[in-house]
């Protein structure tokens, strides 16, 4: 106890004393009330969060897997471009031929 709440209880009657006692009791159990429920909001966005983290990693790995997806219908897409260019290349080659004859 500091020095100015020593003199502050002494100059306090027994009743006094008495009432401060209860109403600084009154404060610390409505403090600790107020703690608890701060604790326990914490703990539920902490649920709250790990539920999203699940859900983003979720995303993550399917975003990934449309990736991989997309990116091998991309290469069977120029695969068949190519062939087709090919294809047509050989036929405008073979009628040049035909028409220089």
Do not use: H
């Not at 709440?5 to 008495?18: D, H």
């Not at 429920?37 to 539920?51: L, P, R, Y």
Request: aromatic share 0%.
């Amino acid at each position: 106890m500091t020095y100015m709440a020593t003199v502050g209880v002494k100059g306090l009657t027994g009743g006094q004393v008495e009432k401060q006692r209860v109403e600084l009791q009154r404060e610390m159990d409505d403090l600790s009330q107020r703690l608890d429920e701060a604790g326990g909001a914490t703990q539920a966005q902490i649920e709250v969060n790990k539920k999203r983290e699940t859900e983003l990693q979720k995303l993550r790995r399917d975003l990934e897997e449309a990736q991989v997806q997309n990116e091998t219908q991309i290469a069977t897409i120029r695969k068949k471009q190519q062939d087709a260019v090919n294809e047509l290349t050989e036929q405008v080659d073979q009628l040049q031929k035909v028409k220089q004859k």
